[in-house]
């Protein structure tokens, strides 16, 4: 059973940047595909970022195309999420999940973290 952890939510303003990492244990880490999503208060959860199992591919939601950055490290069974150009409607819970299968599908995630927040506010 894969356990998913996520931390580096905070405050920041607009403009400002922001890394979030999620570490993974329970599991083989690099037999995933990894994605981010959030989830705002009164919206749906959507799609953010996703990688596949090694790292070499990436795909991302056209509103963070250019300004978030997904990547993993399978020796630390971490993936992360920079985040650049951070915009008041960025402002979410940021989660982090995992699936076998292609990292081009945005459903399907097995395993879920709790939840990190993110707020962007002057």
């Known amino acids: 059973q894969l356990q998913l952890l996520e931390s580096g939510g905070a405050l920041v303003q607009p403009g400002g940047s922001l890394r979030l990492s999620c570490a993974a244990s329970?599991?083989?880490?690099?037999?995933?595909?990894m994605g981010w999503f959030r989830q705002a208060p009164g919206k749906e959860r959507e799609f953010v970022a996703a990688?596949?199992?090694?790292?070499?591919?990436?795909y991302y939601a056209d509103s963070v195309k250019g300004r978030f950055t997904i990547s993993r490290d399978n020796a630390k069974n971490t993936v992360y999420l920079q985040m650049n150009s951070l915009k008041p409607e960025d402002t979410s819970l940021y989660y982090c999940?995992?699936?076998?299968?292609?990292?081009?599908?945005?459903?399907?995630?097995?395993?879920w973290g709790q939840g990190t927040q993110v707020t962007v506010s002057s």
């Open positions: 329970g599991g083989t880490f690099s037999d995933y595909a």
């Open positions: 999940a995992a699936k076998r299968g292609s990292h081009r599908l945005t459903t399907s995630y097995a395993y």
């Open positions: 990688i596949n199992w090694s790292g070499g591919s990436t």
